[in-house]
């Protein structure tokens, strides 16, 4: 090579190397700023947190103490572009957001927004524990249905207004012709007579002029759960699980406003990242990722 193609050489190795420089100075910076903010926020109500630090997910519990997972997707030109919100919840605010604005201005406007739907959830509340709810099995708290059972082979899709939910819901009726047919004019005869303030099923009675069934007292099936913390069903199927191979989520939070589901192993990797997590014999003890309430775990023979 002559030495003008190995000045050029040169001059694009440093080059290479400026830009890389750059590079990692920005990321350095970007790690800097986003660990500061998370800070801010509170590691304990870190649910998730990818590992570029694009992704994250934090715990926010409303006026009821139920558990609502808010998602934050950033980019490397953040704070300059706002971050993306995601959640359980039955729409998303708009966030504001300004040059000057951080992560957790994103989570108390999204903890504002979580409160303002109180009545909304205690009116789904109320429906799945007074009524026989036959779909979503197992609802998350971003469905505005209810598919209820009231009898006689009838279905009813209720739809509940996350702005309103205690006026009169949109309803939709399923069944017989025969059936349904005395249920629709009921419904237009006397939904005027709705009342905000009784319970949804006295509306519904007062309505349809008759009891309504409730529902079996089946347990969920936990194979249909996803685990909170890898998001899957089941386990993925490795030799090296052994008997967890394949399985599904085998542990859940006994607070009854978070009952979150987890796979074994996933829980216990996670409390073992956890530096207040402590162990007594084959028993570690710690926090739900979720709600914060203390938990407990077995770790002997998990993988055999």
């Not at 715990?59 to 953040?78: C, G, N």
């Not at 009726?173 to 939904?191: E, Q, T, V």
């Not at 007579?193 to 969920?220: A, H």
């Amino acid at each position: 090579m002559t030495k003008r193609g190995l000045l050029r050489a040169d001059i694009a190795t440093e080059c290479a190397g400026q830009i890389r420089c750059r590079e990692l100075a920005n990321s350095s910076s970007f790690c800097r700023k986003l660990y500061s903010e998370i800070e801010d926020v509170g590691w304990e109500r870190l649910v998730r947190l990818g590992d570029n630090l694009t992704f994250l997910s934090f715990r926010i519990l409303d006026a009821s103490e139920r558990v609502h997972v808010m998602e934050v997707q950033v980019d490397q030109t953040y704070p300059q572009c706002p971050p993306s919100i995601s959640g359980d919840v039955p729409y998303i605010p708009k966030i504001e957001w300004s040059a000057t604005s951080r992560l957790k201005d994103a989570v108390i406007q999204f903890k504002k927004h979580v409160d303002s739907l109180e009545d909304f959830w205690s009116t789904l509340d109320d429906i799945d524990n007074s009524l026989w709810v036959v779909d979503p099995k197992f609802p998350c708290r971003a469905m505005c249905h209810r598919l209820v059972n009231i009898g006689n082979d009838c279905i009813v899709m209720l739809s509940i207004s996350a702005q309103n939910p205690k006026t009169v819901p949109e309803c939709r009726f399923m069944g017989p012709d025969s059936s349904i047919s005395p249920l629709r004019k009921a419904w237009s005869r006397n939904c005027k007579k709705w009342m905000p303030e009784k319970p949804f099923r006295d509306n519904l009675v007062c309505i349809f002029g008759f009891e309504l069934p409730k529902g079996p007292d089946t347990e969920k099936d936990e194979q249909q759960v996803e685990c909170g913390i890898c998001y899957a069903q089941h386990l993925p199927i490795e030799d090296e699980l052994g008997t967890k191979s394949g399985c599904a989520t085998d542990y859940q939070c006994d607070n009854a406003n978070c009952s979150r589901a987890f796979h074994s192993l996933c829980i216990i990797d996670w409390l073992r990242s956890i530096t207040t997590t402590r162990q007594s014999f084959d028993v570690l003890f710690g926090s739900c990722p979720y709600c914060s309430e203390p938990i407990a775990v077995k770790i002997n023979n998990t993988r055999s």
